[in-house]
């Protein structure tokens, strides 16, 4: 079946970039989302990029996909403790928004 | 505060109990979701409503009920539960164009003893 994969923990120092990666292996995906769940929280959406593009800025956060290798990655800059979540991947497909396969999440943690 | 409300929001029920698990979406939405996540598990779609239809179960047991009375209001049915669902319940909202992400609620913490 169709799979994401994310490496499950990112330490970073407050202030710098985090970069969060993400490789799937569906390439119908249309629309590329993140989702940010904080502690004791639903997923929150984040940002999101469509396939035709390959990057996507948003204040602090920079969405860049590689179609060709299938891989997507969300850049944070000046990381916040307020920035500490997991972060989710969710390619989706055209057809429905049920088939969103999310990956397993990043824990990102900050660093004093 | 989230356009999608899930209550309660911690619930603690035996495996002979029967209880339910309310969601309310406030976004104008006509499809809704129940998804479950456990821990060191990608979170698993388990059942899909368009416009109060069902269109998806993911093999989910029966000891799991959803219903969709209409398109703002989703439930989930719980009977004779076993440890292992123990688990956060996310309920989810979209529009059913094909286009729109996915919005959640803040779940239901649910441990079965």
């Known amino acids: 079946g169709e799979d994401v994969e994310q490496s499950l923990f990112l330490s970073v120092r407050e202030g710098d970039s985090s970069v969060i990666n993400c490789t799937y292996t569906d390439s119908s995906s249309t629309y590329l989302y993140w989702y940010k769940q904080e502690p004791g929280a639903g997923l929150q959406l984040l940002t999101y990029i469509f396939s035709n593009m390959d990057m996507k800025q948003d204040q602090r956060l920079t969405v860049l996909l590689n179609k060709k290798d299938k891989h997507l990655s969300l850049r944070i800059a000046d990381t916040q403790t307020g920035d500490s979540a997991i972060y989710f991947c969710a390619p989706r497909p055209y057809s429905s928004a049920s088939k969103i396969i999310f990956g397993s999440g990043t824990r990102l943690s900050i660093r004093p | 505060e989230t356009g999608v409300t899930q209550t309660p929001r911690h619930l603690v029920m035996g495996m002979t109990n029967k209880k339910s698990l309310k969601c309310e979406q406030h976004?104008?939405?006509?499809?809704m979701y129940w998804y479950k996540q456990s821990a060191k598990k990608p979170l698993e779609l388990m059942f899909v409503?368009?416009?109060?239809?069902?269109?998806e179960n993911n093999s989910v047991p029966s000891r799991f009920s959803p219903e969709c009375p209409n398109s703002s209001h989703l439930f989930l049915h719980l009977h004779t539960l076993q440890p292992e669902d123990s688990a956060l319940y996310l309920c989810?909202?979209?529009?059913?164009?094909?286009?729109?992400?996915?919005?959640f609620g803040n779940g239901t913490r649910l441990t079965v003893t």
């Open positions: 976004l104008g939405h006509n499809a």
């Open positions: 989810a909202s979209s529009q059913a164009d094909g286009n729109s992400p996915l919005h």
């Open positions: 409503y368009n416009f109060k239809e069902q269109t």
